[in-house]
């Protein structure tokens, strides 16, 4: 797990190593370890290095044996030593035990086609000098981010979107298309950042500079092919054999590993199997608000698979206090408040590990999200005449607020492309505008949210509406919101985070599970559920999805009041927000009128961000966590 920048320069003119330097130095967080850059004059490379795989000779940049194919490559490949072996038969030479290098030599022998051929999670960049070639690739879902730029003399990639910054041609200006989208969504929908002209590289797809233009294409696509014919039984199974292959996959290190461990299946599932394997470390957060922790369903489920646990509770002044250098750390502002979480749990962490395995994605592959229990529940719609339901649709809404049923009635008059714009619906149109203080569709800038949806729903247009769902999230909230931070909270702390459930071997047995056996029994993941059975406690084999319970709601009334009031007033947005209904809708909730909490983050996130980036009002220098020193030492 590491970092990497990538230049390249158009008019011909040579890269500046002073620029590589700086790029790469702002990331020293994700590489703390070793650091390196190779300059072929128009063409630079550059990368921070967290030691994984091959801790003596897997520096990079690293080239073939003939120096002229160069990589710089972030993420792990878990299915290298099989393709290392494939490629020695093939007659190529290796002089590491790295995955970096099985990267070189599967470029040498298929080209661009080489993404295909990898299991595992990576963004890189080759430059292959016989061609004078600039070739770069994210993996299949999403796990590494890769984003870019074009200025008026090249190009750049990187990491994170920080690094692209160091550049001299590089503006810091509010994309307000990505602002407008980021309400909706709270975060911003690929390929787009919140900066104008920083752009993302898209999960399954790759880049190629050729004759100094920049062409992106698509290697893979996600396509779900549910096998009726097959029971129960067999996707139980199935799943399972499929998942401890995965996870044994992922324990390839030369570093300790551990997990982390909430209340639920899906981080009990990955810390299960792994306990199959080795001893285990695991690792849980929790707040000390009652009904905002779940540290004793942590602990409980700790006990019951064996682990070593250890666990954080957090205050309301200690989260407030990292906030700022957290929100840095995103790049992208994401208001889920669990990503600053997150950060917490990596740092207990990586106390003691480099390596963690996690559970997102669960939800997405296996049919998790409580959502996805909604078209069932208004299934009696779909056989009424389309009329029929515009005119129940539109008789709810003269229904007074908070009557029961309006919203059910309102929902059922609407097509799953209508209602569902993934697990995060912020702000609708109509207080968007409000919100905001302008009339939305008027602005040549404007995106309705169905832009950025419906050709993904057009995709999937074959598929169930549960199956929809899923497609969905996958493309949006698994990548903008669950990865993001993922990536970001736990690289902040020097710490590799592995998703053994996000993986292309257990998402291509997951699309065949037909939907009446994801959502089953009054139940979510019901294949899952059985497969992991075993391993589970059994108050956790049938709990509910809580997601990540954080206390924001009470915060902002209480803890939180004064800082989001003078945040509000100090922050230099006006020229997108409404800063006095932003106050309104704060006092509301202090009084306990409206529970505004959701909405309050989106914008406050926006605000402090907005102040770190754009107003420049804080500045942070890069940082290695004190922590890490400490293991180094404790590994040596």
């Not at 190593?17 to 063409?43: F, N, W, Y």
Request: glycine fraction near 6%; hydrophobic fraction near 35%; aromatic fraction near 12%.
């Amino acid at each position: 797990m590491c970092g990497f920048v990538a230049l390249f320069q158009k008019n011909g003119e040579a890269v500046q190593s002073e620029t590589l330097d700086k790029m790469t130095q702002i990331i020293l967080h994700r590489g703390p370890d070793d650091a390196g850059i190779h300059i072929d004059k128009h063409v630079g490379l550059g990368f921070r290095r967290l030691s994984i795989i091959d801790l003596e000779k897997g520096a990079q940049p690293l080239s073939n044996e003939t120096g002229d194919i160069w990589i710089v490559f972030n993420g792990e490949i878990y299915n290298y030593q099989e393709l290392k072996t494939w490629l020695k038969d093939r007659g190529h030479e290796f002089k590491t035990d790295s995955d970096t290098e099985t990267i070189v030599h599967l470029y040498e022998e298929v080209g661009t086609d080489c993404p295909r051929y990898l299991r595992g999670m990576f963004g890189f960049a080759i430059w292959d000098r016989r061609k004078q070639r600039l070739f770069g690739a994210r993996d299949h879902f999403g796990i590494k981010p890769v984003y870019w730029t074009e200025t008026p003399s090249g190009y750049g990639f990187a990491s994170e979107i920080k690094s692209l910054l160091e550049m001299d041609e590089v503006r810091r200006e509010v994309n307000p298309t990505s602002f407008f989208h980021y309400l909706t969504f709270q975060y911003v929908p690929d390929p787009e950042t919140m900066f104008q002209g920083i752009h993302k590289l898209e999960p399954g797809h790759s880049f190629t500079i050729e004759n100094g233009q920049l062409s992106i294409q698509p290697y893979w696509q996600v396509e779900f092919e549910p096998d009726e014919s097959k029971p129960f039984s067999y996707f139980v199974e199935g799943t399972r054999a499929v998942l401890e292959d995965s996870v044994a996959k992922h324990r390839i290190s030369d570093v300790p590993r551990g997990a982390f461990l909430s209340s639920g299946v899906d981080s009990s599932t990955i810390a299960g199997l792994l306990k199959k394997h080795e001893d285990v470390k695991t690792f849980t957060v929790g707040f000390d608000i009652p009904g905002y922790s779940e540290l004793d369903y942590a602990r409980r489920t700790a006990k019951h698979l064996g682990t070593d646990h250890h666990e954080v509770e957090i205050k309301a002044s200690r989260y407030l206090e990292e906030l700022p250098r957290l929100i840095w750390h995103q790049d992208d502002p994401v208001a889920d408040p669990s990503a600053i979480a997150l950060y917490f749990v990596a740092e207990l962490a990586s106390r003691h590990i480099t390596v963690v395995l996690s559970g997102e994605g669960a939800d997405e592959f296996f049919g998790g999200y409580n959502i996805y229990r909604e078209p069932g529940s208004l299934r009696m719609f779909s056989y009424l005449p389309k009329s029929a339901r515009r005119a129940i649709g539109k008789m709810a809404t003269r229904l007074p607020e908070g009557m029961k049923g309006r919203n059910f009635l309102i929902r059922g008059s609407k097509t799953v492309e209508e209602r569902f714009f993934g697990n995060a619906f912020i702000f609708d149109e109509a207080l968007k505008e409000t919100v905001t203080m302008h009339h939305l569709e008027s602005r040549k800038d404007y995106q309705h949210p169905h832009e950025i949806t419906r050709p993904i729903f057009d995709r999937a247009a074959g598929y169930d509406d549960e199956t929809k769902m899923q497609y969905l999230d996958i493309h949006t909230w698994l990548r903008g919101n669950i990865l993001m931070k993922a990536d970001k909270m736990t690289m902040a702390n020097s710490l590799e985070l592995r998703v053994p459930f996000i993986d292309t071997k257990v998402f291509e047995f997951a699309a065949t599970i037909p939907t009446k056996y994801k959502i089953a029994n009054g139940t979510t993941k019901h294949v899952l559920r059985e497969a992991m059975k075993d391993f589970l406690p059994d108050e956790i084999k049938t709990k509910k999805k809580l997601g990540f319970p954080v206390p924001t709601r009470h915060w902002l009334k209480h803890d939180f009041y004064d800082w989001a009031k003078e945040l509000i007033y100090d922050s230099q947005v006006d020229y997108l927000i409404n800063k006095a209904f932003v106050m309104y809708m704060l006092d509301e909730h202090k009084e306990g009128k409206a529970d505004y909490s959701r909405k309050l983050w989106t914008l406050l996130v926006f605000m402090l961000w907005h102040q770190i980036y754009i107003e420049q009002k804080f500045h942070f220098k890069p940082y290695v966590s004190p922590y890490i020193e400490e293991r180094r030492n404790r590994l040596a």
